[in-house]
Nanobody
Framework: VQLQASGGGLVQAGGSLRLSCAFS????????MEWYRQAPGKQRELVAT???????DYADSVKGRFTVSRDNAKNTVYLQMNSLKPEDTGRYYC???????????????WGQGTLVTVSS
């Protein structure tokens, strides 16, 4: 399964960005799609989750500002980020977990990441 993340960039504090993660491959079903981020010198952290049933969850630091969504027809998951803060700076990665079609095995795939920089 291949994932391609896009939408990062440089934005001023208070601004917005929308990240996209398009995925393709031999997918029978997916279990969850998640966005992680990694700031310089810090560990990767989970930012947002959307399950196959549509349930969403967010890190406390982004609740009320970020929204995760998906477009099943386009095999794409999005992260709408509003009211951005300098501490949101980092490389954002998408992760998709699910089941492959032909082998019925599980998969856990990562995108290459997209860089978000929020200036103060």
């Amino acid at each position: 399964v291949q994932l391609q993340a896009s939408g990062g960039g440089l934005v001023q504090a208070g601004g917005s960005l929308r990240l996209s993660c398009a995925f393709s491959g031999d997918i029978f079903a997916y279990r969850a799609m998640e966005w992680y981020r990694q700031a310089p010198g810090k560990q990767r952290e989970l930012v947002a989750t959307i399950t196959s049933g549509g349930t969403t969850d967010y890190a406390d630091s982004v609740k009320g500002r970020f929204t995760v969504s998906r477009d099943n027809a386009k095999n794409t998951v999005y992260l709408q980020m509003n009211s951005l803060k300098p501490e949101d700076t980092g490389r954002y990665y998408c992760n998709v977990r699910g089941i492959l079609l032909t082998s019925a095995r599980g998969f856990d795939s990562w995108g290459q990441g997209t860089l978000v920089t929020v200036s103060s």
